[in-house]
């Protein structure tokens, strides 16, 4: 089945340490997106990429860091100067090409401690 | 900039009541508009949408129609279900940086529990 994969579903980390997020999409799609969730709030954009080696910065991209080397990948790096990294981060994917329908992946649930 | 206004939740409603969840939005051009709804713990699920004016998305029972006049897009359902319970987001289509780019903008999510 085709889809977009998010690993971990749970993930913990330590205060100052970087920790990288993975998402994983099948379904051939050149566009991708991260997403961060807060409780009670709307979704906002972290980064996006239209296509390989290729990515835009989002409305909350100060520490973050993203790559595109591959068309199903895009990970997602959440660094030490990240203020407040615990959230709820969501993948996405589109056809590109100005379609803008996006399918989400199940989310990672990040925990700073 | 473009933006989404959701109506602010929580909504709560018994089982076989009306449903309406009011959605207006500010944007530049003519952007598709979506609904999108998220369960417990879960990414988020495309519900419905329409890409020009007049156009009515449906599904599941539910149903929103794109008034460019009004600029609205307000989500109705006849007779929700417990399984309705869940939190909705509306959200347009905007441009992004880069040829072709497209980014979506949410609203801020209506959270609706329904009870039996």
């Known amino acids: 089945d085709g889809g977009i994969t998010q690993s971990p579903k749970y993930l913990f980390r330590k205060e100052g340490q970087n920790v990288t997020l993975s998402c994983e999409q099948n379904?051939?799609?050149?566009?991708m997106y991260w997403y961060r969730q807060d409780p009670g709030q709307g979704l906002r954009l972290i980064y996006y990429?239209?296509?390989?080696?290729?990515?835009q910065k989002g409305d909350i991209a100060e520490g973050y860091s993203v790559s595109r080397e591959k068309k199903e990948s895009f990970p997602l790096t959440v660094t030490s100067a990240q203020k407040n990294p615990t959230a709820f981060y969501l993948c996405?994917?589109?056809?590109?090409?100005?379609?803008?329908?996006?399918?989400f992946g199940p989310g990672t649930r990040l925990t700073v401690l | 900039g473009d933006s989404v206004t959701q109506m602010e939740g929580p909504v709560t409603l018994s089982e076989e009541a009306f449903l309406t969840i009011n959605c207006t939005y500010t944007?530049?051009?003519?952007?598709?508009l979506f609904w999108y709804v998220q369960y417990p713990g879960e990414g988020l699920q495309l519900l419905l949408k329409?890409?020009?004016?007049?156009d009515k998305g449906s599904n599941k029972g539910f149903e929103a129609t794109y008034r460019k006049e009004t600029t609205s897009f307000h989500l109705e359902k006849g007779s929700v279900q417990v399984s309705d319970s869940a939190v909705y987001f509306c959200?347009?289509?905007?441009?992004?940086?880069?040829?072709?780019?497209?980014?979506?903008?949410f609203g801020q999510g209506t959270r609706l529990t329904i009870n039996p």
């Open positions: 990429s239209q296509i390989v080696n290729d990515f």
């Open positions: 329409a890409t020009k004016a007049d």
């Open positions: 996405a994917s589109s056809i590109g090409g100005g379609v803008g329908e996006q399918f």
């Open positions: 379904l051939n799609h050149d566009a």
């Open positions: 959200a347009l289509s905007a441009l992004g940086q880069g040829q072709g780019a497209q980014k979506l903008v």
């Open positions: 944007a530049t051009g003519y952007p598709s």
